[in-house]
């Protein structure tokens, strides 16, 4: 399995930004599409994940309310909508894909691929 993510630049803060993420290769393989970030000299913590079938999402609370997982018809492909942005939020923002059960979604460990990440910068 393969994903790439796109969409990180520098923003300001208040800003909103999107990332996309597309996998291919193996898709059978995996139940669950996951957002990751890992700061600088910080351990890499859960961001948002949605299952590939029906609706089931999970947020962190940092980002619940500014933040949306989504996707649309592909659904191998995952959308990140981010609002009111913070230089917090400042971050590499990882794409992975597993099949975690949902209690278990927000544990790293729970997923088997992940892409390149993608680098997002909030300015103050």
């Known amino acids: 399995v393969n994903l790439v993510e796109s969409g990180g630049r520098l923003v300001h803060a208040g800003d909103s930004l999107p990332l996309s993420c597309s996998a291919s290769g193996g898709l059978a393989d995996f139940d669950t599409m996951a957002w990751f970030r890992q700061a600088p000299g910080k351990e890499r913590e859960f961001v948002a994940g949605?299952?590939?079938?029906?609706?089931?999402?999970r947020y962190a609370d940092s980002v619940q309310g500014r933040f949306t997982i989504s996707r649309n018809n592909n659904r191998f492909a995952v959308y990140l909508q981010m609002a009111d942005l913070t230089p917090e939020d400042t971050a590499v923002y990882f794409c992975?894909?597993?099949?975690?059960?949902?209690?278990?979604?927000?544990?790293?460990?729970?997923?088997?691929?992940w892409g390149q990440g993608t680098q997002v910068v909030v300015s103050a």
């Open positions: 949605r299952k590939t079938s029906g609706s089931s999402t």
């Open positions: 992975a894909a597993g099949s975690p059960l949902t209690s278990q979604m927000e544990r790293a460990a729970s997923y088997f691929y």
